[in-house]
């Protein structure tokens, strides 16, 4: 079975800092990728998503994630953080090839900004 | 806007109570799903369903079986609950490509 690693599991930044959360999955097919957020209280939405073409996808509110293929990542970027991007965030994955439907999911990363 | 809705957003069952969770979305999905979420574990999938009476076991679904009777209405099953079941469930949906999921609120479930 497939599996979605996330190697950081609670992040503590301050305001401006800039912000990597790592995504690593174990498919050696073709993939779909994902980052969804969860902010405290609210239900999960998604951040953006990776289906093909332009590795580099630009997502809500400032985030950004690359694909690199050869190293089965998916990392999540954003150049400044502010404090309302406190929330949990997930790293997804479905395999296009196999048609499988859905998503297998990281174990999430625990982002606090500090003011 | 896609809206997925969960039929509680607290629950609290005794141990071997039979639990049903509800979920409809209103986007003419034919894709619906339940996952559950733990802290540290993430979200793992416990059923979905690609279309009407079709159902596929994801990876933990011991414990648990599902119904969909009308393409918008999906629902979870705990036929006999336990305390190990005590989480937050989620419910999803998707198009037919199947891929971007839309979220309903969850339900979070305590099993005493």
């Known amino acids: ?115 | 806007d896609v809206k997925v809705t969960q039929s509680s957003r607290y629950l609290v069952k005794r141990t071997g109570e039979k639990v049903f969770l509800e979920c409809v979305q209103d986007m003419d999905h034919e894709n619906m799903f339940w996952y559950r979420q733990d802290p540290g574990l993430g979200l793992r999938l416990i059923y979905f369903s690609y279309d009407v009476k079709m159902k596929e076991k994801g990876d933990i679904p011991e414990g648990y079986s599902v119904s969909r009777e009308k393409k918008e209405r999906f629902s979870l099953i705990l036929e006999s609950a336990s305390t190990n079941q005590t989480s937050m469930y989620l419910c999803a949906s998707s198009g037919p490509t199947g891929d971007e999921q839309y979220f309903g609120p969850g339900t979070r479930l305590t099993v005493t």
């Open chain 1, 1 to 115: 079975a497939q599996s979605v690693s996330q190697h950081n599991h609670h992040v503590i930044l301050s305001e401006a800092a800039s912000l990597e959360l790592g995504c690593n999955y174990s498919y050696g097919g073709t993939v779909n990728l994902f980052w969804y957020v969860q902010y405290p209280g609210q239900h999960l939405q998604l951040l953006l998503k990776y289906f093909s073409g332009d590795p580099l996808v630009k997502g809500i509110k400032g985030f950004e994630a690359e694909f690199i293929k050869s190293k089965f990542s998916f990392n999540l970027r954003k150049p400044s953080v502010q404090w309302s991007d406190t929330a949990e965030y997930f790293c997804a994955v479905s395999e296009w090839d196999t048609g499988r439907r859905a998503l297998t999911f990281g174990s999430g990363t625990r982002l606090q900004v500090q003011p």
